[in-house]
């Protein structure tokens, strides 16, 4: 389950609760990679942190989908 999402210049890290990290590459995600720094700031967990959600790019990401 996710607990925190941050962005470095080419990639999205997700924090989980069992203290791993997954970090993805952005170009995965083309809308959050279009987007801005204050659009990719506001994300909010789904399903107690099974995905992440960002209200103003319509974009949901599962950490399953990470993982896989």
Partial sequence: ????VRFSK???C?????GREI???LGW????KEASP???RNWRLIGKGIGIHW??????ISVSALLR
């Fill in 23 to 25: 970090s993805v590459p």
């Fill in 29 to 32: 995600f083309p809308r959050l």
């Fill in 38 to 40: 204050k659009q990719r």
């Fill in 14 to 18: 997700v924090g989980l609760k069992d």
């Fill in 10 to 12: 080419e990639k999205i």
């Fill in 55 to 60: 209200p103003d790019l319509d974009e949901d």
């Fill in 1 to 4: 389950m996710a607990i925190d």
